[in-house]
């Protein structure tokens, strides 16, 4: 599959490879990924997020639907607000993560993963039907699924993002701070959803865009010498950088919130009430404390790739987890890496070890995000 700007890619010398099913940009000709990762950490760079699932919630019981298949609480979040989510299986594992944006109380928007299309929108429409068969549905309304088929998404990310944009239109950016949206005028007729956020730990907006316009508009973002094409490569890193899970590498459907470090996703009274679709798992690790948690580390010597295994010491037969991420950190000069850990050596300053080539490299567990985020909020 392509996204819509597949030819721009290639016309600006994008090298393509395959992602989630998609032929997706990789890095771009003359620019290696660690120079592009820290043109974004240093001035703007602009990724095709196209081949990410947009979808639409509307009804009159859309929050209480959206409730029951993820554990955030979606009742108070005011309008035009955003929310890092997971949508949860019977167990309480991770079908997918995503971000919901409310728009009213019966209006949100929702973005998932591409890799979990086909698991998402099945999981969706089986638990739909059942929800619209209810009796809140019956009383006071059913709940429609609409997926933006063919839509743009492009994020715009970095510390220069945000002054670049606003010359393209007169909304006064200052009033969006982390976590909100708006539509918003963009110089040449157009009117877009802006959502101020992103996957880099910078400043940045993700903007959605119609099918016929995504050239355009990314024609338009992408001005050198402040905005430069970023591809997969640099995307990886630098939300590794920020401490940010991958889907399928970081996160499964074996995973909880729980053990993944995202309890805070969850509401503060559903922790204790649950009312969510895998609750008894949930709050069961909630309760007794999770097998095992997500951590950083920071490994001498070699970077531990996704499989590595963690040890508790230097002796190679004492597995105690596996790396789930790892990098060289271009930020940092050092190698980092996410992984889970049994539960008790989670604690910073922790020292393990990971088995690399053969051998054991020392880890000291290391709180995340490893680069500090830089999110505005007014």
């Not at 059942?130 to 933006?148: C, D, I, R, T």
């Not at 204790?272 to 909630?286: P, R």
Request: with cysteine.
């Amino acid at each position: 599959m392509k996204t819509g700007l597949y030819d721009f890619h290639v016309q600006n010398g994008a090298k393509m490879v395959p992602f989630a099913g998609f032929s997706m940009p990789l890095e771009y000709a003359g620019v290696g990924q660690v120079a592009s990762h820290k043109h974004v950490r240093e001035s703007a760079g602009l990724f095709d997020v196209g081949h990410m699932v947009q979808s639409n919630f509307r009804g009159p019981t859309a929050t209480a639907f959206l409730e029951w298949i993820t554990p955030s609480s979606l009742s108070t979040l005011a309008p035009y607000t955003s929310t890092l989510s997971v949508i949860l299986n019977e167990a309480g594992g991770i079908i997918d993560d995503t971000v919901i944006t409310k728009h009213a109380a019966d209006a949100f928007y929702v973005v998932t993963n591409a890799g979990c299309r086909e698991r998402d929108l099945a999981w969706i429409k089986e638990k739909l039907a059942e929800w619209n068969a209810g009796e809140l549905a019956k009383k006071e309304g059913p709940v429609e699924h609409q997926v933006l088929d063919g839509w743009g998404l492009l994020a715009l990310q970095g510390p220069e993002a945000a002054a670049y944009l606003q010359t393209l239109t007169s909304f006064d950016l200052r009033t969006l701070t982390f976590g909100k949206s708006a539509f918003v005028p963009i110089d040449g007729g157009f009117n877009l959803h802006v959502a101020r956020g992103g996957y880099t730990g910078e400043d940045g907006f993700e903007i959605s865009i119609p099918p016929s316009q995504s050239v355009d508009v990314a024609q338009l973002l992408s001005k050198p010498p402040n905005v430069q094409l970023t591809g997969l490569g640099a995307r990886d890193s630098l939300r590794l950088e920020a401490g940010m899970c991958l889907y399928g590498s970081d996160l499964d459907e074996a995973t909880t919130p729980i053990e993944a470090g995202l309890g805070w996703v969850i509401g503060k009274e559903r922790k204790k009430t649950g009312g969510f679709i895998g609750d008894a798992g949930v709050l069961k690790h909630i309760q007794e404390g999770p097998p095992r948690r997500r951590v950083g580390l920071i490994v001498e010597g070699a970077p531990a790739r996704h499989g590595a295994q963690i040890l508790e010491s230097a002796t190679l037969s004492d597995p105690i987890g596996v790396v789930t991420s790892g990098i060289p950190s271009p930020t940092l000069g050092k190698n980092i890496a996410m992984g889970y850990v049994k539960n008790g050596l989670h604690k910073k300053g922790t020292e393990l070890a990971v088995a690399v080539r053969g051998k054991a490299r020392n880890a000291v567990v290391t709180p995340m995000p490893f680069v500090p985020t830089k999110y505005y909020r007014g």
